[in-house]
C-alpha cells in the first residue's frame, strides 16, 4: 500500500474530522460554481455596477460558500487573464503548515459517507 510522504499532523487531524460536509467535500472534489447564463439570474451570483461602468461579478459556492470576485473593465468587459479574489468561508482554512491535499478530504467524504450508508448499499 502506498503512503504519503508528508504524513499531516495531529492538528490536521482534528480539522478534518470536525469540518462541515460541505467544506470537506468542496476541498475534496472542487466548489460548485453558478454558471453565468444570460436571461437567468442565479441567487448565487451578485453583480454590483462599480465606477465607470466596470461590474463587480461575485460567484458564491452553491454548497460550502465561498466567494469568487472579479471586477470587469469598463463597459463590462473580462479581461484574460481575468483575476479572481476569494473569501473563504468559517472553517474552510486548515492549520498552517498542515499540509491537508483534496485526497484527505475525499477521505474523510467518503468516510462520512459510508458512516450513514448515504447509498444504502448492501453486499448480500
Ligand atoms: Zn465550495
Known sequence: MATREIE????????????DDSIIACRAT???????KP????????VTPDHDGCYQLVQ???DCG???MMTTLPGG?????????????????SPK???VIPRDCLAEAWR?????????????
Not at 30 to 36: D, L, M, S, V
Open 8 to 19: 499531516i499532523g495531529e492538528s490536521a487531524e482534528q480539522w478534518i474530522h470536525h469540518a
Open 30 to 36: 472542487g466548489h460548485g460554481w453558478p454558471k453565468i
Open 77 to 93: 468587459e473580462i479581461n484574460f487573464p481575468a483575476k479572481y479574489s476569494y473569501i473563504q468561508p468559517d472553517g474552510y482554512k
Open 112 to 124: 462520512r459517507t459510508l458512516e450513514v450508508d448515504t447509498y444504502k448499499m448492501r453486499t448480500s
Open 60 to 62: 458564491i459556492c452553491r
Open 97 to 99: 503548515g498542515s499540509h
Open 39 to 46: 436571461g437567468k439570474a442565479s441567487r448565487y451570483i451578485k
Open 66 to 68: 465561498m466567494q469568487r
